[in-house]
């Protein structure tokens, strides 16, 4: 935390870079006397999950009183003209990875703008097991050795994504949980407590994704401040599907729409090291060999193409277009007509729309086992639906 800059949070509303914010903000305050409140930074699209639990987050943290919360919303038109500019800084054509940037990049563009320096929470996910593709994995041996080898790619992937995406902005990412001495104290724990049980992520129990962090934070900070439980036990969202749940299918029809069903069947005479499978990726390697032509064998892409394609066991959870159950970020608060919502076009040129409060949330809640053990764990029924990975914009005020 030594700086001699303003400095800032990204916080998305995910439980790492709450971690982060609710460990270290009273760190900052401790050891700089400085009383002004810190900036925090949020990027998504109007009422996505990360946008409002990170609005959850900040009030839980004291509100503006000691929170000066800067978010960055956008829509999905807006975003397709930055593709070229975000591939050419990126240096890839990894189309997971860049899903990822892209609200990325925004994220860093408004930040890079107030700060020079932001504190994030990567690197979680290689340390504790965070995806949820871990829920198939068998023995402890095989989450440990899984996590070594998503753990060495971080240079590839995630940290290159954070680096070229801040710097891009003249900004300075920094992350705490990949300390080194923490990296050795967390990857020394016995695998065991990192195994996923797919009954619990089904039933939102404890045993889920990253539940050995999430305990460990379940107590207030130094400065009383407690995580909301819903936000604690939030369902893990990569960038790409936090910052609106239907954001990566609306992009990937844009994209493939710009690319022919000739050009498609061409693709491995075209581009035979790393041929793209889909219209998405080719539209991402074109781009790609505008700037950098002869360049695609200094790329290391995912074996598989997505991040569970190398795993030693087989999941659906994660293909190559993204994550195989939109459900666990999106539920029964979508609803067809309500007042008070909010809609986005579909590449149909309908209106999808989402509830702000649901007409029949009782009858779908009576519907849903996860939710259900959520309310007998003692959340209310907003809670519920936020803790079990659905639409949790529901637990905010919408008069406020």
Not at 230 to 250: F, H, I, N, T, Y
Request: aromatic letters at 10%.
């Amino acid at each position: 935390m030594m700086a001699d800059v303003d400095y800032g949070f990204f916080l998305s509303g995910g439980v790492d870079s709450c971690i982060v914010a609710h460990a270290l903000m009273p760190m900052y305050r401790a050891e700089t006397g400085d009383d002004r409140p810190i900036p925090t930074f949020t990027v998504g699209m109007e009422d996505s999950p990360d946008m409002m639990a990170s609005k959850a987050m900040v009030d839980a943290l004291g509100g503006s009183k000691y929170i000066d919360h800067r978010p960055r919303m956008f829509t999905g038109e807006e975003v397709f003209d930055l593709i070229p500019k975000i591939i050419y800084h990126m240096e890839t054509y990894e189309a997971e990875l860049i899903r990822s940037a892209i609200p990325n990049w925004l994220l860093a563009e408004r930040a890079g703008s107030d700060v020079k320096m932001v504190l994030t929470g990567e690197g979680s996910d290689e340390l504790f097991a965070g995806y949820l593709y871990f829920m198939d994995a068998q023995t402890p041996r095989q989450v440990q050795n899984e996590l070594r080898r998503i753990y060495n790619m971080l240079g590839d992937i995630n940290l290159h994504r954070t680096d070229r995406m801040t710097m891009a902005h003249s900004l300075e990412a920094r992350v705490p949980f990949l300390d080194t001495k923490f990296t050795e104290l967390i990857m020394s724990v016995d695998p065991a407590k990192k195994i996923v049980d797919r009954e619990a992520v089904a039933t939102n129990s404890e045993g889920r994704e990253k539940t050995f962090l999430r305990k460990l934070f379940e107590t207030p900070n130094a400065n009383g401040h407690v995580i909301p439980k819903p936000v604690l036990w939030r369902a893990k969202a990569m960038q790409c599907e936090g910052v609106g749940e239907d954001w990566v299918s609306m992009l990937q029809r844009k994209v493939s729409a710009q690319v022919t069903d000739a050009e498609m069947a061409n693709a491995a005479t075209l581009y035979p090291l790393n041929t793209p499978h889909t219209k998405e990726e080719f539209y991402y390697r074109r781009i790609f060999e505008e700037s950098y032509a002869g360049m695609a064998h200094v790329i290391n892409p995912w074996e598989g193409g997505c991040r569970a394609g190398g795993a030693a066991w087989k999941s659906d959870a994660y293909t190559r277009e993204g994550l195989g159950n939109t459900n666990l970020l999106t539920h029964a608060f979508q609803q067809k007509s309500t007042a008070g919502t909010a809609a986005f076009s579909t590449s149909a040129g309908q209106k999808r729309t989402f509830a702000s409060v649901p007409a029949y949330a009782d009858l779908y809640a009576s519907e849903d086992e996860a939710i259900q053990n959520a309310q007998e764990a003692g959340y209310n029924m907003f809670e519920s639906y936020l803790t079990q990975g659905s639409d949790d914009r529901s637990m905010i005020n919408i008069e406020t």
